[in-house]
């Protein structure tokens, strides 16, 4: 019978976003503020949500900047 080590939540987590981490097709603004959260144990719902807002209103800002600078 093999005996096979059953990894605990926190190692399952590093595991799932170092894979995400590598998955172009995901959003990695996203995924470097989810790691962030965790990173400083802060990854909560209220935490989360502030965060992606910010980078959404960033990227927004980003956009308007590139609209704007290629008129």
Do not use: H, P, Y
Not at 22 to 37: E, H, M, N, P, R
């Amino acid at each position: 019978m093999a005996i096979e080590k059953i990894q605990c939540a926190s190692e399952v987590l590093d595991t799932f976003m170092g894979e995400q981490a590598q998955d172009d097709s995901l959003d990695q603004v996203t995924i470097a503020v989810i790691a962030g959260l965790r990173g400083d144990d802060k990854l909560t719902r209220t935490n989360l949500l502030r965060k992606l807002d910010e980078a959404r209103k960033a990227a927004l800002k980003d956009g308007d900047r590139q609209r704007e600078g290629g008129s």
